[in-house]
């Protein structure tokens, strides 16, 4: 775990140099000293956490619809859709991923300012690599679906497990983005929003 063994009156150094100060008076909800992010990088990185928060919710919502549409009127039709909302699902993770987890990204900003949340850091993590591996499983699963439907066998088992599968993969998002929510409120009393 991180120290926090800064000098009082001296912030901590983000992207380069820039620093953070500290708010008089205002403590955070677990009654510590609130850090206010006022270096311009910080704030456009929230900037740019908003919009890429919205963009996964887009792909959440498209891969959602797309699984709840109509099956009978053209399987394979409906296998394309949900192949490629799930593509661009993935794509978008990917991207959230970078945007929190890379070299200047949200998480080690957060541990720098609050090391007191490297623990929620660590969850949200974790949830990447479960993420990840449960669209990769989905994608499999919609491959073979469309494998099945290709040698004239019948995918409709295959497409309710897609279905079963991707609505879990979809409460599992929700989840993770409500406890990324609440990580950028205790480090920053920033309200990201659901982005709606």
Do not use: C
């Amino acid at each position: 775990m991180l120290e926090n063994t800064r000098a009082a009156g001296s912030g901590p150094e983000l992207d380069g140099g820039s620093r953070e100060q500290q708010t008089s008076g205002v403590t955070t909800p677990a009654g510590d000293p609130q850090m206010e992010p006022e270096a311009e990088s910080d704030t456009e990185h929230v900037r740019v956490l908003r919009r890429r928060r919205a963009e996964l919710l887009g792909a959440m919502n498209a891969l959602e619809e797309a699984l709840a549409a109509p099956v009978p009127g053209g399987p394979m039709v409906w296998v394309q859709k949900v192949t490629a909302a799930l593509l661009q699902l993935s794509g978008d993770f990917r991207d959230h991923v970078e945007l929190t987890e890379g070299p200047s990204g949200l998480y080690g900003r957060v541990i720098h300012s609050s090391p007191r949340l490297a623990h929620q850091v660590e969850r949200l993590t974790q949830d990447h690599a479960t993420l990840t591996g449960l669209m990769s499983e989905l994608l499999t699963l919609v491959g073979k679906a469309a494998g099945s439907f290709a040698r004239g066998d019948s995918m409709l088992a295959d497409l309710d497990e897609v279905r079963d599968r991707g609505t879990t993969l979809i409460a599992a998002l929700v989840r993770h983005r409500q406890r990324g929510s609440d990580l950028v409120y205790e480090g920053y009393s920033v309200d990201i929003g659901g982005q709606d």
